[in-house]
């Protein structure tokens, strides 16, 4: 775990670096530039375009929401900032997943069928980073 945390400060250390040119990039919380979905949940790039390559973004999803079932095709991780959620191995018990709240860490292998929901009475705010492209790949 520590590994996986020294990788993701190195990442976004890194990226912040890139990504300015010449020197520190800051953007103010209240800055983010949110884009919704029709499902609600709202994505904020920060680094990459998620559609296409990996990609750093925040991701706000609304109190009470969980997704159906499905896959990613690339590596997802994430820090919860706000909110609790729980995410879940497809078919399994979710009054039995652990509920997750700020400063967790999460990690969503690429192929594992899953289902992740906002558990709070607030919103859930987690930044990610994806090592490939963003999809959403429903199962059954």
Partial sequence: MTNM?????FTLSAAATVASGEGIELTA???FDWETTAEGVAFAPLQGDRFSESYQAMVRLPAGLVSPPHVKSANMFGVMLQ???IHYVQG???AQAQPIGAGS???IPRGLPHVSACVSADPCIA???QDGAFDFLPVQ
């Fill in 92 to 94: 399994a018990d979710p």
């Fill in 105 to 107: 860490f999460y990690r």
């Fill in 83 to 85: 909110g609790e959620m």
């Fill in 127 to 129: 930044y990610l980073y």
């Fill in 5 to 9: 945390l020294n990788t993701l400060a």
């Fill in 29 to 31: 919380a209240g800055s």
